[in-house]
């Protein structure tokens, strides 16, 4: 897509209120022009090939074809950035629908949400804008990508990483589902995750990587110590940190700001897991829009820390792996499905010095 051209939308919705509602949002921005509507999945095909856009907003409960088989069909025929538009309730088929290619989501805006109409159409613009950073083609790859399985039977985990902090926005349900996917059994770490998503999703998500993985992962609520073997995610809408209460190394859950420009924060995460863990700590930065883990890995390194960032060949948006690159610090640069190995396989060359236990 040329840099300077206007952002061709197609909006697919059943609902004549959505349709209308996603519209303005969308044509409040210059930058954007919505170029067609349909009312359901076929005539949404129909519109895809004939008109071409640069961007779908997908509405997955739809008459004549639901949206997880124009999903598919779209992604084999012509691979189009997907942004779904779900409801609260919906959150397992948000999931599911990324992993079947879909980039990023956002709420459905209702008529008895008039509040949040004006935070939700923001929060659609930017992330609208911000396809002009997406790489369609790797969204194709990774769907075709096998993931390697990693078994633990080597040990190498036990001799590395204690704590594994990892942060991801626009591309990272996916990129995650697929590193945690990828082992046989539940490593000999901590997997703390800081993925940017908005409040009353990120239990749906942990829940399905506890279902989907060896791995038992939760929605954080503060105060969890770090177990080896599990996954705590940042609630949407909150940053996690990492603090020492009674002796220990615990969650800490922070109400956000108005101010705040990512949320969860990937930095806020990187930086004090530093602070507390040190040399046992190895950082992971996958795909996502804006530079948010660059203060966090310059953390990390300087408390004696690893750093992996995912390469430009597999990221959907190179943008955050790109800024943690440009510190310096970042130790290794793999695509996505060498990220579940090195893991296993990580050791601090730098510092093999590890802390005791947490």
């Known amino acids: 897509m040329n840099q300077h051209s206007l952002i061709r939308v197609l909006v697919i919705d ?37 008109l071409e856009p640069d961007l779908i907003t997908l509405d997955l409960e739809m008459p004549r074809m639901d949206g997880f088989t124009f999903l ?18 919906g959150e397992e088929d948000v999931f599911r629908a990324l992993e079947l290619g879909a980039v990023d989501f956002i709420s459905k805006p209702t008529p008895h949400a008039d509040p949040e109409i004006v935070t939700i159409g923001q929060e659609l613009i930017r992330k609208v804008h911000a396809i002009r950073e997406l ?11 096998m993931p390697p399985v990693v078994s633990q039977g080597r040990g190498h985990l036990a ?34 995750v800081a993925q940017h998503m908005p409040a009353g999703f990120t239990r749906g998500f942990a829940d399905r990587m506890d279902r989907l993985t060896p791995m038992h992962a939760a929605e954080a609520k503060g105060g969890e110590a770090l177990v080896p073997g599990t996954i705590l995610v940042a609630p949407g ?27 969860p924060s990937v930095d806020r995460l990187f930086e004090t897991a530093a602070k507390e863990v040190g040399t046992g700590l190895l950082a992971v930065v996958l795909t996502g829009m804006g530079d948010d883990g660059r203060a966090g890995v310059l953390a990390v390194s300087q408390n004696g820390g690893t750093v992996i960032a995912e390469s430009e060949e597999t990221a959907v948006v190179f943008g955050m792996p ?13 695509p996505l499905g060498e990220i579940a190995v090195a893991i296993g396989n990580g050791r601090n060359e730098r510092n093999r010095a590890m802390r005791g236990p947490l």
Not at 19 to 24: D, E, L, V
Not at 72 to 89: A, F
């Open 14 to 50: 059943d609902s004549a209120f959505s349709r209308q509602a996603i519209t303005r949002m969308l044509e409040a921005s210059p930058l954007v022009q919505v170029v067609g509507v349909a009312r359901d999945g076929e005539e949404a095909l129909k519109k895809t090939f004939e």
């Open 72 to 89: 598919r069909v779209v992604m084999s025929k012509r691979p189009t950035p997907v942004m779904v538009i779900s409801g609260r309730t």
């Open 135 to 145: 790489r369609i083609d790797k969204v194709r790859e990774r769907l075709s990508a």
């Open 159 to 192: 001799q590395s990483a204690k704590v594994v902090v990892v942060g991801s926005s626009t591309g990272g349900p996916a990129a995650l589902m697929q590193i945690f996917g990828a082992y046989s059994e539940a490593p000999n770490c901590a997997f703390l």
């Open 237 to 263: 809408g909150k940053h996690m940190e990492l603090e020492t209460a009674g002796g220990r190394t615990v969650t800490r859950i922070v109400a956000s700001r108005s101010d705040d420009k990512y949320t």
């Open 322 to 334: 790109q800024q943690a690159i440009r510190t310096g610090v970042v130790d290794q640069v793999l």
